[in-house]
């Protein structure tokens, strides 16, 4: 008996640190306990328009940097190799858990200008874009960042940041389902197997807007690309029926890796490298992008107009995007490679890397995933709430 | 000679303000002001930009009702944990802090010990561990199973009774102690006293003991009921999306969907409802005595 809890209480918490974007209950605690403080105050500054970066002095970069990114996102003895290549000290701390949060916690600091104990943060890409709206973000100097070059050209020309100015990607991802073949006993291919009742209470979606209902509109018809309220709330109202039928477990995080792991969960939306690092343990996991469409989740490094060392900053973008540096990288997160070309250089570190079909998605695949617009503050509001009704009731 | 004494008295009636002062500074500080920011909060109608509101003071009640319609479900699913949670959390505890008063001898301090014990590990993790012991394909479920006290595809996790038994298991010290604390007070010569006077032991359960320890049972549910009331980790964890509690909807209001005025009226509701069920529970207890 005591075999049988040891092996599940050992992986829970293997698997614990293996997740990103984790929602801890702790912080978000501390959180609300600060957004709470922060309702106090009501005064709002008109965005200036985005910050210039300090005027280049041709110097290299020189003394400390800090770095805020999400927990597990960095390969062993990475910023070791770049404090040694750049004689930068680098304080690192894996502190981003959840995109809202991190902007709850940061907004009032950020908007009054004071500094928010990081140089440089990876927020997800629509979160990056909206502090970018507020004016909160500097421009990377490309100068600073001759390695851009290697950035994937589809990346580069993205809408929501022509020529990539503020916001440099640092790892793209599926959005899709994973699930456990032993337990579903059929493969799964498409939104519909969701609703199976043979899954009923197995399931989870994410709590997070757009990982959570991309999905479901393209299943119905509708697109992320161009979203619109009704789309929005049409797959709103299939999840609340959905919801309502007992038919869905959880709304999650990045812990739906645990439950997967545990077997409370049969089916779940997951993220790609998630999943590839999760198939180490238990090969019965599948990750599939369904058949009406997945979508992509771009994160992305940018420098708060707080930043305290814009030059660091911009020589650990330059050193990431390094073929060889960023493929160390890839061989930790398993996610898909945001540079261009990267086949070799994964090889070089496992010969299966550059042939895994979730870090080098088919041509097939890639058809079959969006990306979702670039939302403006109003939609994001009214579909966050929309989405809400749901998840938070 | 008359001046110093009358300094001196003057020193000693200064001398308990001085002594409250640093506690009366901190709660104004950190309860009273931060109270009165929420409050008028939940009365601001919020304008401007989506991200930094505008909240505009507007004695705007409407975010109450709005609060009352839109979340009653998880209102009345709180208090019924809540509730639940502090009946069964007494009932567990008020034979073992019995037996820990009265019957443990020597043991006494290592019992006292082993009820502490699990608190020098965090509560995120001992609620972890909980969605481990009860997973659907665990030890307990497959036993209980067995046995035919589970339908086959019967859970415990996720089910109301996980997040009631989560919200038991960690507030269970906070009604132990108390209980403890007035059990332990109480003279056993009473007990031989009704002895001598041919009570049966019942008897002199209902009519020493438990009114003796009535300011126990009263501290306990209170230090029980109040937590539980706006706990979001048990629901969170242990529970499913049929299980959240009003906590989990005030944390979403607050961190995602940034409708302040709305989760500042909905945290007042439960500060209102909480206060409530706590005066007429002291009044029915009607003891004054906390401890």
New interface residues.
Partial sequence: MANQINPGLISQFAIARTTRRRFLGGSAAAAAALALAACGSSSTPSPSSSSAPPPDDGKAASGNLRISNWPLYMADGFVAAFQKASGLTVDYKEDFNDNEEWFAKNKDPLSRKQDIGADLVVPTQFMALRVKGLGWLNEISDTRVPNKKNLRPDLLNDPGDPGRKYTAPYMTGMVGLAYNKAATKRPITKIDDLWDPAFKGKVSLFSDMQDGLGMIMQSQGNSVADPTMDGVQKAVDLVKEQKDKGQIRRFTGNDYADDLAAGNIVVAQAYSGDVVQLQADNPDLEFIIPESGGDWFIDTQAIPYTTQNQHAAEAWIDYVYDRANYAKLIAFTQYVPVLSDMTDELNKIDPKLGANPLINPSDADKAKLHTWASLTDEQTQQFNTAYASVTGS | MAGGASSNRQRSKIAPYLMILPALAYLAIFFV??FW??FR?SL?SSG?????????FAWDFGNYAQALT??Q??IVRSLTYAFAATVISLLISYPLAYAIAFKSGRYKNLLLGLVILPFFVTF?VRT??W???L?????VVHTLGSIGLLPSDG?L??TSWAVIGGLVYNSMTFMILPLYVSLEKIDPRLLEASKDLYSTGYRAFRRIILPLSIPGVLAGSLLVFIPAMGD??NA??LG???T?MIG?????????????PGA?AL?FLLVAMILVGVLSYTRALGTEDLV
């Fill in positions: 002001v931060p920011s929420l909060t601001s401007g930009s989506v991200y930094l509101p505008t909240l505009t839109a979340y479900d998880q995120l972890l561990a969605k481990t012991i997973a659907d394909d665990g030890v859970r996790l996720s979001f980790i969170d964890y499913s999306t049929q959240t989990n909807v005030i944390q979403k209001q607050f961190l995602v969907v940034k409708d302040y500042a945290s």
